[in-house]
């Protein structure tokens, strides 16, 4: 707490404090409970979280945090956006359909930016994303060349880089299940976050 927000009415300083203390407590084995898409709809008001999503939000730290963090983005963005520059915060999409007997070659996000593309290698897999030449905010992502996260629907980073000069990035698939097998374990989704500095 800054000595500035001591001169605070009682009110203010004890909801300060009250947030100072749940981002900061330490919750032994967190992570992100909550995917970017899930927060940034609640803070939109398209969507309300559910009593357990509203309880995974309580009982974690780092995604209060998260949660923080993007309120902060959307307000900033809110009040001074860049003119003529699309704003991004963040893409999400499922896992359609489960197919037992064909191994996963790609998914996409909800808003058709955002291709995930699995290539099998001899121990495992490569995951690749690329971003659509046609997203309204690619010629933006390209030029500042953000550093950019996959998360599954758990929270766990799949891929983490920065875009090359065509719009992709690559890595090594980083769990020991097949891609289509692991993002059934966590609720089947997925998102593509910009990782704040």
Not at 65 to 80: D, I, K, P, T, Y
Not at 81 to 91: E, F
């Amino acid at each position: 707490m800054k000595e500035s927000d001591l001169n605070l009415p009682q009110d203010e300083l004890d909801a300060r404090l009250r947030e100072q203390l749940l981002l900061s407590r330490a919750v032994p084995g967190d992570r992100l409970m909550l995917a970017d898409a899930t927060l940034l709809a609640a803070l939109d008001g398209t969507r309300v979280l559910t009593p357990n999503e509203r309880q995974a939000l309580a009982a974690s730290p780092l995604t209060l945090r998260r949660f923080r963090q993007l309120s902060l983005g959307r307000r900033a963005s809110v009040l001074s956006p860049a003119a003529n520059d699309p704003v991004w915060s963040g893409s999400s999409g499922m896992l359609r359909a489960a197919s037992t007997s064909e191994a996963l070659e790609s998914l996409v996000t909800d808003d058709g930016c955002w291709t995930l593309h699995f290539l099998p290698q001899q121990d495992g897999w490569q995951v690749i994303l690329s971003l659509s030449a046609d997203a309204p905010f690619a010629a933006r992502l390209l030029r500042e060349q953000l550093l950019l996260r996959v998360i599954d629907g758990g929270g766990a980073i799949v891929l983490q880089g920065r875009l090359d000069t065509d719009g992709e990035c690559e890595r090594a698939w980083p769990f020991a299940s097949a891609p289509g097998e692991h993002f059934q374990l966590y609720g089947a989704g997925f998102a593509v976050e910009p990782v704040a500095p």
